[in-house]
C-alpha cells in the first residue's frame, strides 16, 4: 500500500471533544427529528405492512415464510432475482469503467456536459427507458432494420428485447453511470506519480495498472457495484416491461400479489408482504455488506499533485493507433446503448404515422403543452412538469437539513453498533420504492396521517427514498474535514455557529450539492410510488408519460420524455456550474 | 454569500408559490364525487365529457377520476383501502370477470330500477349479476387483431391449435393475465376451449408463439402498432380505430367483455352516485362509447356511428365461462399460469 493512504481510525475521533456537555445535548435532539421521521413515514409504515406477511389469523406464523422458501417457483423467482442482477452488475462494469477512465485522463470539448449528462439515464423513468429500448433494439426497431437491410437478412438478426439481454442492457444503461461516478471521483484523486514510478521502475502499462491503479479505484468500484446490485435486485418495472411477464424478479412478485391478485382469504396479499420481508432481509444484508465495503476502504487520498489530462483528440496519426482504436469502438457502443435509445424518443416524438406514410411533426409537443384539463391526468400537462419540479425540490429541502444532521453523526461518533446502526438508516435505500409505496398507501389512509390525496403524501415518500442518497453523499465529505480548522477558528474567536457557517457548511458544500443533484435526480425520475400515492392533479412528469402511454396517441409519450430529460439535464447542468463557482471562491 | 442566500430564498419562495397555487386549484370545493375507474377509461374514454356534462348539470359537484391502474389493480386498491380504514371512492368502474371478487367482498350496495331509471334500457342479455351490484354500461369481445401490411388473408391461424404453429413463432404479443384484464380474458378463453385440465398443455405449446407477455394493453398495442409483431391480444372493435388493424377469429370466437359501474358501500353521497350512474347509462354518454371506447354501448337505445356497420366485427361465436366458475378456479388458474410462463414448466 503506498504510504499516504491513511486509514480511517486515523482521523480524530469527536468533535465534540471540548465543545461541552450542553452541545452535545443540543446535538442529540437534532439527531432525534431525522430518525422520527423515518419512524413516522418508513419504520412503523413498513412494519405495518411486514407484519400481514408474519401473521395468519390475527396470530403470529411463520406459514407464508415457509411456504416461500419451500416452493420451487418462489426458488426459481429468488435465484432469478439474483441472476439477473450480478450480469446487471458486470455489465454496468464493464460499460461504465471506460468512461471513467476516459474522463480521468483525456481532456476533450464539453467534458464537463457529459460528465453532468451521465446522471441523466437515472432520471429516466423505466416505463420511457422501456419504449426507447423497444424502438431502437426491438425486432421492428432501428439497429435490427438498419442490419437487416444491410445483410439482406429475413429475420431480425439481435433479439434484445424481450429476453434476459434486454433486461440485462437496460439496467446496464440506468446504473453504468453511477458505475462511472464513483470510480471517476476515486481515480481524479489519485495521485499520477503513483503510476509514474511504477513505469519507471518497468513496470508494463497491464501490471501498473493491475497492481497499482486497479486497488486504489477499487474502493470507489466495489462500493459503486455494491449500490449496482442493490438497485438491480430491486428493479421491477423494467423486468416488467423490457423482459415482459416471462421472467419474474422478488418486486415484481411482490407487485402482481399485491396489487392484482386478489383473493377472499387475502393469502396473496399475505404471500407478497412475507416476500416483501424475504426480499427487505436480502437486500438489508447487501447493504451492510457496501457499508462495510465501503467504510473498510474509505481512505483520505491526499492529493499532492493533480492529474494533467491529456487531449482526446491529437491528429489523425494518434487517432488509428490501436489503443486508441478500442477507445473508438468503446465510445461508438456506449453512444449506441446511451445516446440511442434517447434519440429515439426524440425521433419518435417529432413523427406523426398516417395512412399515406408518415411525416415530421410538431404537434406532439403542441399537444402535452396545452394548458387545458385532461382527464387522464385529472390536470394539465402542464401542471405536472410544475409538480415534478415542485415535489423534487419540496423533498430536497426536507431531505438535505435531515441527511445533513444525520451524516454529521455517523461521521463524527464512534460506538461499537454503528454499522448496524448505520444499515438500519440506511434501509430506504435496501426498500423498493414499490414496497415503500404499498406500506405509505396503508398508513396515509388511515390517521393520525391522513395524506392521501395532498402533495404533501408524494413529498414525503420522495424525501424518505431520497434521504440515504443525500446521507452517503455527505459522510465522506465530512470525514475528511480537518477538525484543525473548526478548532482554529474558535481559538480566534468565533462563534460555533460563525465557524459552522463560514468554515463547515462551505467546504461540505461540494458534497452537499452531489447530494441534492442525484436526490432531485431520484425525485424526478420516480414513478412507482408516485403512481400509487398521487391523486389527480398530483401527477408527475413520468406519471404523465405512463398517463399518455396508456393513450392511443402515439408521439404524445416521447415527447413527454423529452421534456422531461430537457428538463432533468438543464437542472444538472445548472446545479454543477453554479456548484463550481461556488466552490471556485474558496 | 449573498448570492447564494438569494438563490435558497428563490428555491423556497418557488415551492411555496407552487403550493400555494395548488391549494388554490383545490379551493371552492363543494361536494366531491370520487370514481375508481381502470386507466384507459381516463385516457381514451369519455371521461372528460362525464366530468364537464355531470358538473354543469350539477352545479357545486366536483367529479374526481381516480384511475392508476388497470381494473384488477383498482379492486385491489379500493379492498386494501376499506380494510385499513376506508376509501374516498363513492363508485367503482371495472370489468367483469372482477366481478365475482368484488362480490365475494361484499364492497357495493344492490340496486334496482328505482334508484337507476336508466336501467330499464340495458339489454337484458348484459344484465349477468342478478343482485344489480355493478351495472353494464359497455361491452365488447376480446379477439386477436392482425396488422394487414404483415400478414396476408391465407398466412392467417384459423383455429387455436393453428396458433402453435411453427410459423408463427415470436409472432404473439399478449398481456399479463395477472394484471391486465384483457390478458385475463385471454387466459379464460383459452380455458373455454381446452379445459381445466387441457389448458396448461396448450399453453405450454403456445409459448414459442409469444414474443412478449406485457403489463398492460397499452403497452402490448404499443408494441403491436410500432411492428414488433404482428398479431396482439386485443378487442373486435379495433379496426374502427385504424382500419390497418384487423380482427382475427380463431375458432370463429369472440371473448365477450362486459363493463360494469356500481357505488360503493360506504359512501357517503349515495344520491349524487346514483344519479352518476344514470348519467352514464343515458343516451347522451352511451353514444359517445364506440368512439372513444371502441365498445359498444349497454343502453339498446343507443345509436352506432353509422361507419361501425362495417368496422365493429360481432364473432360468430360469443364465448364466457360462468362467472361462478371464475369466482371458485380464477386463483388457481392464475398462479399454474404464472408458473407456467416463468419458468416453462
Same mark, same amino acid.
Given at each position: 500500500?503506498?504510504?499516504?493512504?491513511?486509514?480511517?481510525?486515523?482521523?480524530?475521533?469527536?468533535?465534540?471533544?471540548?465543545?461541552?456537555?450542553?452541545?452535545?445535548?443540543?446535538?442529540?435532539?437534532?439527531?432525534?427529528?431525522?430518525?422520527?421521521?423515518?419512524?413516522?413515514?418508513?419504520?412503523?409504515?413498513?412494519?405495518?405492512?411486514?407484519?400481514?406477511?408474519?401473521?395468519?389469523?390475527? =396470530? !403470529?406464523?411463520?406459514?407464508?415464510?415457509?411456504?416461500?422458501?419451500?416452493?420451487?417457483?418462489?426458488?426459481?423467482?429468488?435465484?432469478?432475482?439474483?441472476?439477473?442482477?450480478?450480469?446487471?452488475?458486470?455489465?454496468?462494469?464493464?460499460?461504465?469503467?471506460?468512461?471513467?477512465?476516459?474522463?480521468?485522463?483525456?481532456?476533450?470539448?464539453?467534458?464537463?456536459?457529459?460528465?453532468?449528462?451521465?446522471?441523466?439515464?437515472?432520471?429516466?423513468?423505466?416505463?420511457?427507458?422501456?419504449?426507447? !429500448?423497444?424502438?431502437?433494439?426491438?425486432?421492428?426497431?432501428?439497429?435490427?432494420?438498419?442490419?437487416?437491410?444491410?445483410?439482406?437478412?429475413?429475420?431480425?438478426?439481435?433479439?434484445?428485447?424481450?429476453?434476459?439481454?434486454?433486461?440485462?442492457?437496460?439496467?446496464?444503461?440506468?446504473?453504468?453511470?453511477?458505475?462511472?461516478?464513483?470510480?471517476?471521483?476515486?481515480?481524479?484523486?489519485?495521485?499520477?506519480?503513483?503510476?509514474?514510478?511504477?513505469?519507471?521502475?518497468?513496470?508494463?502499462?497491464?501490471?501498473?495498472?493491475?497492481?497499482?491503479?486497479?486497488?486504489?479505484?477499487?474502493?470507489?468500484?466495489?462500493?459503486?457495484?455494491?449500490?449496482?446490485?442493490?438497485?438491480?435486485?430491486?428493479?421491477?418495472?423494467?423486468?416488467?416491461?423490457?423482459?415482459?411477464?416471462?421472467?419474474?424478479?422478488?418486486?415484481?412478485?411482490?407487485?402482481?400479489?399485491?396489487?392484482?391478485?386478489?383473493?377472499?382469504?387475502?393469502?396473496?396479499?399475505?404471500?407478497?408482504?412475507?416476500?416483501?420481508?424475504?426480499?427487505?432481509?436480502?437486500?438489508?444484508?447487501?447493504?451492510?455488506?457496501?457499508?462495510?465495503?465501503?467504510?473498510?476502504?474509505?481512505?483520505?487520498?491526499?492529493?499532492?499533485?493533480?492529474?494533467?489530462?491529456?487531449?482526446?483528440?491529437?491528429?489523425?496519426?494518434?487517432?488509428?493507433?490501436?489503443?486508441?482504436?478500442?477507445?473508438?469502438?468503446?465510445?461508438?457502443?456506449?453512444?449506441?446503448?446511451?445516446?440511442?435509445?434517447?434519440?429515439?424518443?426524440?425521433?419518435?416524438?417529432?413523427?406523426?404515422?398516417?395512412?399515406?406514410?408518415?411525416?415530421? =411533426?410538431?404537434?406532439?409537443?403542441?399537444?402535452?403543452?396545452?394548458?387545458?384539463?385532461?382527464?387522464?391526468?385529472?390536470?394539465?400537462?402542464?401542471?405536472?412538469?410544475?409538480?415534478?419540479?415542485?415535489?423534487?425540490?419540496?423533498?430536497?429541502?426536507?431531505?438535505?437539513?435531515?441527511?445533513?444532521?444525520?451524516?454529521?453523526?455517523?461521521?463524527?461518533?464512534?460506538?461499537?453498533?454503528?454499522?448496524?446502526?448505520?444499515?438500519?438508516?440506511?434501509?430506504?435505500?435496501?426498500?423498493?420504492?414499490?414496497?415503500?409505496?404499498?406500506?405509505?398507501?396503508?398508513?396515509?389512509?388511515?390517521?393520525?396521517?391522513?395524506?392521501?390525496?395532498?402533495?404533501?403524501?408524494?413529498?414525503?415518500?420522495?424525501?424518505?427514498?431520497?434521504?440515504?442518497?443525500?446521507?452517503?453523499?455527505?459522510?465522506?465529505?465530512?470525514?475528511?474535514?480537518?477538525?484543525?480548522?473548526?478548532?482554529?477558528?474558535?481559538?480566534?474567536?468565533?462563534?460555533?455557529?460563525?465557524?459552522?457557517?463560514?468554515?463547515?457548511?462551505?467546504?461540505?458544500?461540494?458534497?452537499?450539492?452531489?447530494?441534492?443533484?442525484?436526490?432531485?435526480?431520484?425525485?424526478?425520475?420516480?414513478?412507482?410510488? =408516485?403512481?400509487?400515492?398521487?391523486?389527480?392533479?398530483?401527477?408527475?412528469?413520468?406519471?404523465?408519460?405512463?398517463?399518455?402511454?396508456?393513450?392511443?396517441?402515439?408521439?404524445?409519450?416521447?415527447?413527454?420524455?423529452?421534456?422531461?430529460?430537457?428538463?432533468?439535464?438543464?437542472?444538472?447542468?445548472?446545479?454543477?456550474?453554479?456548484?463550481?463557482?461556488?466552490?471556485?471562491? !474558496? | 454569500?449573498?448570492?447564494?442566500?438569494?438563490?435558497?430564498?428563490?428555491?423556497?419562495?418557488?415551492?411555496?408559490?407552487?403550493?400555494?397555487?395548488?391549494?388554490?386549484?383545490?379551493?371552492?370545493?363543494?361536494?366531491?364525487?370520487?370514481?375508481?375507474?381502470?386507466?384507459?377509461?381516463?385516457?381514451?374514454?369519455?371521461?372528460?365529457?362525464?366530468?364537464?356534462?355531470?358538473?354543469?348539470?350539477?352545479?357545486?359537484?366536483?367529479?374526481?377520476?381516480?384511475?392508476?391502474?388497470?381494473?384488477?389493480?383498482?379492486?385491489?386498491?379500493?379492498?386494501?383501502?376499506?380494510?385499513?380504514?376506508?376509501?374516498?371512492?363513492?363508485?367503482?368502474?371495472?370489468?367483469?370477470?372482477?366481478?365475482?371478487?368484488?362480490?365475494?367482498?361484499?364492497?357495493?350496495?344492490?340496486?334496482?330500477?328505482?334508484?337507476?331509471?336508466?336501467?330499464?334500457?340495458?339489454?337484458?342479455?348484459?344484465?349477468?349479476?342478478?343482485?344489480?351490484?355493478?351495472?353494464?354500461?359497455?361491452?365488447?369481445?376480446?379477439?386477436?387483431?392482425?396488422?394487414?401490411?404483415?400478414?396476408?388473408?391465407?398466412?392467417?391461424?384459423?383455429?387455436?391449435?393453428?396458433?402453435?404453429?411453427?410459423?408463427?413463432?415470436?409472432?404473439?404479443?399478449?398481456?399479463?393475465?395477472?394484471?391486465?384484464?384483457?390478458?385475463?380474458?385471454?387466459?379464460?378463453?383459452?380455458?373455454?376451449?381446452?379445459?381445466?385440465?387441457?389448458?396448461?398443455?396448450?399453453?405450454?405449446?403456445?409459448?414459442?408463439?409469444?414474443?412478449?407477455?406485457?403489463?398492460?394493453?397499452?403497452?402490448?398495442?404499443?408494441?403491436?402498432?410500432?411492428?414488433?409483431?404482428?398479431?396482439?391480444?386485443?378487442?373486435?372493435?379495433?379496426?374502427?380505430?385504424?382500419?390497418?388493424?384487423?380482427?382475427?377469429?380463431?375458432?370463429?370466437?369472440?371473448?365477450?367483455?362486459?363493463?360494469?359501474?356500481?357505488?360503493?358501500?360506504?359512501?357517503?353521497?349515495?344520491?349524487?352516485?346514483?344519479?352518476?350512474?344514470?348519467?352514464?347509462?343515458?343516451?347522451?354518454?352511451?353514444?359517445?362509447?364506440?368512439?372513444?371506447?371502441?365498445?359498444?354501448?349497454?343502453?339498446?337505445?343507443?345509436?352506432?356511428?353509422?361507419?361501425?356497420?362495417?368496422?365493429?366485427?360481432?364473432?360468430?361465436?360469443?364465448?364466457?365461462?360462468?362467472?361462478?366458475?371464475?369466482?371458485?378456479?380464477?386463483?388457481?388458474?392464475?398462479?399454474?399460469?404464472?408458473?407456467?410462463?416463468?419458468?416453462?414448466?
Amino acid at each position: 500500500m503506498p504510504p499516504s493512504l491513511k486509514g480511517r481510525g486515523d482521523s480524530p475521533p469527536s468533535l465534540g471533544e471540548g465543545v461541552g456537555e450542553r452541545s452535545g445535548a443540543w446535538r442529540l435532539g437534532l439527531l432525534l427529528l431525522p430518525i422520527l421521521f423515518l419512524i413516522l413515514f418508513f419504520y412503523a409504515p413498513l412494519a405495518n405492512l411486514l407484519r400481514e406477511g408474519l401473521t395468519k389469523d390475527g =396470530t !403470529f406464523s411463520l406459514e407464508f415464510v415457509q411456504k416461500i422458501l419451500t416452493d420451487e417457483y418462489f426458488q426459481h423467482v429468488i435465484l432469478f432475482t439474483f441472476w439477473q442482477a450480478l450480469l446487471s452488475t458486470l455489465a454496468s462494469i464493464a460499460l461504465g469503467l471506460p468512461l471513467a477512465y476516459i474522463l480521468t485522463r483525456y481532456d476533450f470539448p464539453l467534458k464537463r456536459a457529459v460528465r453532468s449528462l451521465t446522471i441523466v439515464p437515472f432520471v429516466l423513468p423505466a416505463i420511457t427507458v422501456a419504449l426507447g !429500448f423497444a424502438l431502437l433494439f426491438g425486432r421492428n426497431g432501428y439497429l435490427n432494420q438498419f442490419l437487416m437491410n444491410l445483410f439482406g437478412l429475413r429475420e431480425p438478426p439481435l433479439p434484445i428485447m424481450y429476453s434476459l439481454a434486454g433486461i440485462v442492457l437496460a439496467h446496464a444503461f440506468y446504473n453504468a453511470p453511477i458505475i462511472t461516478r464513483t470510480v471517476h471521483a476515486a481515480w481524479e484523486r489519485l495521485d499520477p506519480r503513483y503510476e509514474e514510478s511504477a513505469r519507471a521502475l518497468g513496470a508494463s502499462r497491464f501490471y501498473v495498472f493491475k497492481d497499482v491503479t486497479l486497488p486504489m479505484i477499487l474502493p470507489g468500484l466495489l462500493s459503486g457495484a455494491a449500490l449496482v446490485f442493490i438497485f438491480c435486485f430491486l428493479s421491477f418495472p423494467i423486468v416488467l416491461s423490457v423482459g415482459g411477464g416471462r421472467f419474474s424478479t422478488i418486486e415484481v412478485e411482490i407487485y402482481t400479489r399485491v396489487v392484482t391478485m386478489l383473493d377472499p382469504q387475502l393469502t396473496n396479499y399475505k404471500i407478497g408482504a412475507a416476500l416483501a420481508l424475504i426480499g427487505l432481509t436480502l437486500s438489508l444484508t447487501m447493504t451492510y455488506i457496501y457499508l462495510r465495503v465501503q467504510g473498510g476502504f474509505a481512505r483520505q487520498l491526499e492529493q499532492l499533485r493533480p492529474r494533467p489530462p491529456v487531449p482526446l483528440f491529437a491528429g489523425v496519426r494518434d487517432f488509428l493507433r490501436p489503443t486508441k482504436l478500442l477507445l473508438w469502438v468503446y465510445v461508438l457502443v456506449s453512444l449506441l446503448i446511451f445516446v440511442g435509445p434517447v434519440l429515439a424518443i426524440l425521433a419518435d416524438s417529432l413523427w406523426e404515422e398516417t395512412v399515406f406514410g408518415g411525416h415530421w =411533426t410538431l404537434r406532439w409537443y403542441a399537444y402535452i403543452f396545452t394548458p387545458q384539463y385532461e382527464a387522464f391526468l385529472g390536470d394539465s400537462p402542464l401542471r405536472a412538469i410544475l409538480n415534478s419540479i415542485g415535489f423534487g425540490v419540496g423533498a430536497m429541502l426536507i431531505a438535505l437539513p435531515m441527511g445533513l444532521i444525520f451524516a454529521y453523526v455517523i461521521a463524527r461518533l464512534r460506538w461499537g453498533g454503528r454499522r448496524i446502526f448505520d444499515t438500519l438508516l440506511m434501509a430506504p435505500l435496501a426498500t423498493s420504492s414499490i414496497v415503500l409505496a404499498f406500506a405509505l398507501l396503508r398508513a396515509f389512509n388511515a390517521p393520525p396521517f391522513r395524506l392521501m390525496g395532498t402533495p404533501y403524501a408524494v413529498i414525503i415518500a420522495h424525501s424518505v427514498i431520497i434521504f440515504p442518497f443525500v446521507v452517503r453523499a455527505l459522510v465522506p465529505v465530512l470525514e475528511n474535514l480537518d477538525v484543525k480548522l473548526i478548532e482554529g477558528a474558535q481559538s480566534l474567536g468565533a462563534s460555533r455557529l460563525r465557524a459552522l457557517r463560514e468554515i463547515e457548511l462551505p467546504l461540505v458544500a461540494t458534497g452537499l450539492l452531489a447530494g441534492a443533484v442525484f436526490a432531485f435526480a431520484l425525485s424526478l425520475g420516480e414513478m412507482s410510488a =408516485t403512481l400509487m400515492l398521487a391523486r389527480p392533479g398530483l401527477n408527475t412528469m413520468p406519471v404523465a408519460v405512463y398517463r399518455f402511454l396508456s393513450q392511443h396517441s402515439l408521439g404524445a409519450p416521447s415527447a413527454m420524455s423529452v421534456v422531461m430529460i430537457a428538463v432533468s439535464a438543464l437542472a444538472f447542468i445548472l446545479l454543477e456550474r453554479w456548484g463550481e463557482r461556488a466552490l471556485q471562491r !474558496f | 454569500m449573498l448570492r447564494r442566500a438569494a438563490l435558497v430564498a428563490l428555491l423556497i419562495g418557488s415551492v411555496l408559490a407552487w403550493s400555494v397555487s395548488f391549494s388554490v386549484a383545490q379551493a371552492g370545493e363543494g361536494s366531491k364525487l370520487v370514481v375508481y375507474v381502470y386507466d384507459s377509461f381516463v385516457s381514451w374514454g369519455p371521461a372528460k365529457f362525464i366530468k364537464t356534462e355531470f358538473e354543469k348539470r350539477n352545479p357545486g359537484v366536483e367529479v374526481e377520476f381516480v384511475a392508476t391502474g388497470p381494473s384488477r389493480a383498482m379492486l385491489a386498491r379500493l379492498v386494501q383501502e376499506i380494510q385499513s380504514g376506508g376509501t374516498p371512492a363513492d363508485v367503482f368502474m371495472g370489468e367483469i370477470n372482477d366481478i365475482p371478487k368484488a362480490k365475494q367482498f361484499g364492497l357495493f350496495v344492490p340496486l334496482g330500477e328505482s334508484d337507476v331509471p336508466n336501467l330499464k334500457t340495458v339489454a337484458k342479455s348484459l344484465l349477468f349479476d342478478p343482485e344489480r351490484t355493478l351495472i353494464p354500461y359497455e361491452h365488447g369481445f376480446i379477439t386477436l387483431v392482425y396488422d394487414s401490411e404483415k400478414l396476408k388473408p391465407e398466412e392467417l391461424p384459423k383455429t387455436f391449435a393453428d396458433l402453435t404453429k411453427s410459423q408463427y413463432q415470436k409472432k404473439l404479443i399478449i398481456q399479463d393475465a395477472r394484471t391486465s384484464s384483457v390478458g385475463h380474458a385471454f387466459l379464460l378463453w383459452t380455458i373455454y376451449n381446452y379445459g381445466n385440465l387441457g389448458y396448461l398443455d396448450y399453453w405450454k405449446q403456445l409459448l414459442p408463439t409469444i414474443l412478449t407477455i406485457q403489463p398492460g394493453w397499452s403497452a402490448a398495442y404499443k408494441l403491436f402498432t410500432k411492428g414488433e409483431a404482428p398479431m396482439v391480444v386485443s378487442f373486435s372493435t379495433d379496426a374502427c380505430f385504424d382500419a390497418r388493424y384487423k380482427p382475427l377469429l380463431p375458432n370463429n370466437q369472440g371473448y365477450r367483455t362486459i363493463f360494469g359501474a356500481g357505488i360503493v358501500r360506504t359512501t357517503d353521497n349515495p344520491k349524487l352516485a346514483r344519479a352518476f350512474l344514470d348519467f352514464l347509462l343515458s343516451v347522451e354518454v352511451q353514444e359517445k362509447l364506440p368512439d372513444t371506447e371502441v365498445m359498444f354501448p349497454a343502453n339498446s337505445q343507443a345509436k352506432l356511428p353509422e361507419k361501425w356497420r362495417t368496422c365493429a366485427v360481432i364473432p360468430p361465436n360469443p364465448v364466457m365461462l360462468p362467472l361462478d366458475l371464475v369466482a371458485e378456479n380464477d386463483d388457481r388458474w392464475l398462479d399454474e399460469w404464472a408458473r407456467l410462463v416463468v419458468t416453462g414448466r
